[in-house]
């Protein structure tokens, strides 16, 4: 199993534009610190949430046992298998649809197939 560590990020974020105090201009700032788990094998990205899905997500988390961001990937994961299997039926049902002249010629002995009445 990969080795993690962890990472500290410090970000500063300009918040409203300047103001002017005579010859001063002054600038607002929200300095944000954050303490994230890196695995060599992963990629840290950032995403955007709306409030209600972000509840929704942490709530899961915690009755799935797991962190945020596993919960996140499994669900990733799902959707694209889930993507993945659609394309395939689709691919199915396109291939099913196109008839050649030996499925005819199969469609006649259906009839011989089935079981006789009593």
Known sequence: MAQSKFLVLKQTLRIKDSVSLGQWRLWEYLHVEYT???VPHMEIVQ???DKKL???ADQAA????QN???LVRDALREHLRRIELRASEER???GYSRQSPAD???RGWESEATWPEE
Do not use: G, M, N, Y
């Open 36 to 38: 994230v788990e890196s």
């Open 47 to 49: 995403i955007v949430l």
């Open 54 to 56: 972000l509840q929704a």
């Open 62 to 65: 915690q009755l799935t046992k």
């Open 68 to 70: 945020r961001s596993a």
């Open 92 to 94: 199915d049902r396109q």
């Open 104 to 106: 005819a010629e199969a």
